[in-house]
């Protein structure tokens, strides 16, 4: 199977007489004899390595069957002419292109039987060849499709099984590879693949039920890593391009879903930032806009703490698209500002409308904002308070001391604040004790900056002289 060979000799006139013939003949019911001379001289011309009289013969021969709805033929025929001895490369890239577009038609006439006989047919012949790695994917997704639809219908025997055997037959092709396939065209797999990948994942978390801590097989967690690694498939600089931009609101829709997943609400937030950049998105102030900067406050505040998560929110709170969502501002602003928030004002105020939206409605969202409160009080009395007591600091965060005990040790491990609690004492100490290195070193620069500040008031003094004296003169 080469195209590599030099053309030995030109059969146009031959060809150009048969086809008429073998079209007479074929349209009087003798398909069989007409076939035979096709296959005939598709021979010649095939060992003469000329390409455009064997594509011309071997379309025709399909064709021929097409025309006559004899549907088993057809797939003999494009079996048999793909396993001819020398076979040309383009000839089968023809003659499978030319089948591949006859699919639609035979799917609305002559119903899936005949359909899907057709496409594992086209299946099978493109299997293992490069060269058709397009039209094989093209096929498969046609095929994955058709399983998705069996997965939804109520006929079905096994909808579970039918939706996996759709995302696994797109699986398997590593479309990122494809040299032949254009980069959109790639891009949409990819996101196909996600989406089956994120349906499946869904369909194993709700039947062994998702709960706070889990095997890392367990569930739907298998597809979950695979969603993730598809997603690093994705060129995030293609997906800038104006016209891609139904592209990467797809693709970081999915992205928002598998990061809710793992309850990693920072990245949820940077995704949502992302598609708030899309022109089309951000020109839409009172709808996809607004909802978009919505969400990014609202996972924003849900964030842990560290330094990146710092920075966004800042960012964020004086960007000036911000402060037109009221509430979302002044929740935000609480968050910034280096004061206590007693979580039952917070409650008060946010929780009736936060409570509404699809983030603060399910309930681990809303603990996990009130945890944040709490973890924001402690960082703002870490920067007060040297000493305070386990009791008051427990007031001041409206916990029990157990509580505030648990959620300050995690905050030290973590090594967002340093804290030593005396248990007998009942004393949490926010200063860690310092070393005498330590002490000398701050000494030495506050000396310096002393001496300096004497040398610059002496200058300053001697030029006041200097000038008072030469008045006087």
């Avoid at 000839?91 to 006439?109: D, G, S, T, Y």
Wanted: proline residues 3%.
């Amino acid at each position: 199977m080469s195209d590599n060979k030099k053309q030995e000799k030109d059969y146009t006139p031959e060809v150009t007489a048969l086809l008429p013939e073998a079209d007479a003949l074929a349209k009087s019911g003798k398909l069989q004899e007409a076939l035979d001379k096709l296959l005939a001289l598709e021979k010649l011309t095939r060992n003469a390595a000329d390409l455009s009289s064997t594509t011309k013969l071997s379309k025709a021969a399909i064709q021929h069957c097409y025309d006559a709805r004899n549907y088993p033929l057809v797939n003999s025929t494009i079996t048999l002419l793909s396993k001819k001895h020398g076979q040309l490369k383009a000839a089968i890239q023809a003659f499978v292109e030319q089948a591949i577009e006859w699919l639609p038609e035979i799917k609305e006439r002559d119903g899936e039987e005949r359909w899907l006989e057709l496409l594992e047919t086209l299946r099978s012949v493109t299997e293992g060849k490069i060269f058709l790695e397009t039209p094989r994917a093209r096929v498969t997704l046609l095929l994955s499709h058709y399983h998705e639809n069996l997965s939804l219908s109520s006929t079905a025997k096994d909808p579970k099984e039918s939706l996996q055997t759709a995302s696994d037959l797109l699986s398997e092709l590593q479309v990122e590879t494809y040299s032949s396939m254009e980069r959109r065209e790639k891009t949409e797999f990819i996101l196909e693949q996600m989406r089956l990948l994120i349906q499946v994942a869904r369909q194993k978390d709700a039947e062994v039920g998702k709960k706070g801590t889990k095997d890392l097989l367990g569930g739907g967690e298998a597809e979950w890593v695979k969603v993730r690694v598809g997603g690093r498939k994705v060129n995030e600089e293609f997906l800038k391009e104006k016209d891609n931009e139904d592209l990467k609101l797809k693709y970081y829709d999915m992205m928002i879903q598998h990061a809710l997943n793992q309850d990693a609400y920072l990245d949820v937030a940077k995704y949502y930032y992302k598609v708030w950049e899309t022109p089309s998105v951000k020109e839409d102030v009172n709808g996809k806009g607004k909802a978009a900067l919505e969400h990014i406050s609202y996972y924003m505040v849900l964030a842990p703490h560290t330094n990146e998560q710092s920075d966004m929110l800042h960012h964020l709170y004086v960007d000036p698209a911000l402060p037109k969502l009221e509430l979302q501002y002044n929740l935000t602003k609480c968050f910034v500002t280096k004061e206590l928030m007693r979580w039952p004002g917070i409650e008060t105020i946010y929780g009736k409308f936060l409570q509404k939206t699809g983030v603060f409605s399910q309930e681990k969202r809303w603990e996990d904002l009130h945890t944040r409160v709490i973890e924001h009080n402690i960082r703002v009395v870490a920067e007060y308070y040297t000493r305070i007591t386990l009791v008051r600091l427990s007031s001041l965060l409206d916990l029990t001391p157990k509580e505030t005990e648990a959620i300050l040790s995690r905050l030290v491990v973590s090594g967002t604040v340093w804290a030593k609690i005396d248990r007998l004492a009942g004393i949490i100490s926010f200063r860690a004790k310092r070393s005498t290195e330590d002490v000398m070193n701050d000494w030495s620069s506050d000396m310096q900056k002393l001496l300096s500040l004497v040398e610059k008031t002496w200058m300053g003094m001697n030029a006041a002289q200097a000038a008072q004296s030469r008045v006087k003169s």
